[in-house]
Every structure is written in structure tokens, then in C-alpha cells.
């Protein structure tokens, strides 16, 4: 029995490897394809589509991936490396994610066109403040003494839980993106399939990763 449990939990780890690394290649290769697309600098719009891909698709599951015991990129760096790594992503998510907030924003305003009017663009705006406040709310992690009463451990459960909600937010919101007359004209069949993929396959990773880093050890805690 001993030996059946120590082979798969074994295979388990490799799945788990395997699908971390996807999660890196998808999430960069992702970012690449909305860039040839968008061909920054083309237009105003142009920056929209790149820095949003940017920042919800590359930096931000990278940012998240850093925690990852089989597929980290930092996996032999401290536990402190890794959080300033962390915090050093998700703020340049952050500003990529409000810097292309501003451009869509000037853009419609230029030229005469309602906002926040789709569903995207509302989920768009709803994901950038959910990051935002999520980023103040990591203050917390980072001067645990402010919160006096709260514990650590909790303070780390529930950043874990709200940043898997924001960035299934952010995966939401460039999977309606995708539904956008801007991205059916140029993308279409299969392509248009496999771009929707990619934030739900990255989003599963990290769902994972959370779930068992964090969520499965608190309900198994007395």
C-alpha cells in the first residue's frame, strides 16, 4: 500500500509539473499572439489588447505560478525572494492593467463611443479594481502587525482565495474579450477556439495550485 501511495502521489507531482509548465509556455505564447495581432503602437487601441494580455495573461500568472513547488521558475530561491518576485509582477500587472484601463477609456472618448456598456468592458473595469484593492490588501501580508486580529496564517488564506477571484476575473474578462467584433474579425475557426482555451487552461493551474496550497490544507486542519 505503501509503495502504490508513494507511486501516485509521484505521478501526481509529474501531472501536476507538466501542467505548470503548459500553464508558463500558454500564458507567454498567449501574450505573443495578442501582440502580432494588436501590433502596439499601430494605433491608440493597438496598446489595449497588448497590455491587457500582458498583464492578465503573462504577468499575472506568473506572478502566481512563483509559488508553484514543481513548476516555479524561482523554485530554488527563498520563500522571501519569491514574495518580492510576486509583489514585483502583480504591481506591474497592475499598472499594465490601469494604463490600458486609460487608453480604451480615451479611445471611446475621442471618438464618440459608449463605454462600459458590454459585458466585457464592465467585467474589464471590475477586474482592474479588484486588483487594485487586491494589491492594497497584500499590504497586509507584508505588515501582518496592522492586522491585530488576524493571524498570519489566515491573512495568507484569504489573499490566497481573493487573488484566485481576481484573477479568474481577469481570465473572465479576456475570454469575452475574445467576443469582441475587434478580435471575431481577425481571429476565426480554430484559432478562435484554441485562443479561448488558453485562459481556461491557465486558469485551472492556478485553481489547483490555490486549492491545494491553501484551501484543501484549511479544511484538513482540526
Do not use: D
Not at 481577469?170 to 469575452?176: D, I, V
Request: glycine content about 6%; hydrophobic content about 50%.
Amino acid at each position: 500500500m505503501a509503495l502504490t501511495i508513494e507511486t501516485e502521489s509521484r505521478i501526481y507531482r509529474s501531472l501536476r509539473a507538466v501542467s505548470g509548465i503548459t500553464a508558463h509556455l500558454v500564458s507567454l505564447g498567449f501574450t505573443i499572439f495578442v501582440a502580432i495581432l494588436a501590433r502596439p503602437g499601430s494605433s491608440l487601441f493597438s496598446w489595449h489588447p497588448f497590455l491587457m494580455s500582458l498583464a492578465f495573461s503573462f504577468l499575472m500568472t506568473e506572478a502566481l505560478l512563483v509559488f508553484s513547488p514543481e513548476s516555479s521558475l524561482l523554485r530554488s530561491f527563498s520563500r522571501k525572494a519569491k514574495v518580492r518576485f510576486h509583489w514585483a509582477l502583480q504591481l506591474l500587472a497592475l499598472l499594465c492593467a490601469l494604463l490600458g484601463l486609460a487608453i480604451i477609456s480615451y479611445n471611446k472618448y475621442f471618438n464618440s463611443k459608449a463605454h462600459f456598456v458590454t459585458w466585457h468592458g464592465l467585467t474589464g473595469l471590475l477586474t482592474v479594481l479588484y486588483a487594485s484593492m487586491q494589491c492594497v490588501g497584500g499590504v497586509a501580508l507584508l505588515y501582518p502587525k496592522l492586522m491585530k486580529n488576524w493571524t498570519l496564517a489566515k491573512l495568507k488564506v484569504y489573499h490566497a482565495t481573493s487573488g484566485l477571484v481576481g484573477y479568474l476575473l481577469g481570465c473572465a474578462s479576456l475570454m469575452l474579450a475574445m467576443c469582441s467584433l475587434w478580435f471575431t474579425t481577425t481571429v476565426t475557426g480554430l484559432s478562435w477556439y484554441l485562443s479561448v482555451l488558453c485562459p481556461i487552461l491557465t486558469s485551472l493551474v492556478i485553481m489547483n495550485q490555490v486549492s491545494n496550497a491553501y484551501l484543501y490544507r484549511k479544511r484538513i486542519q482540526p
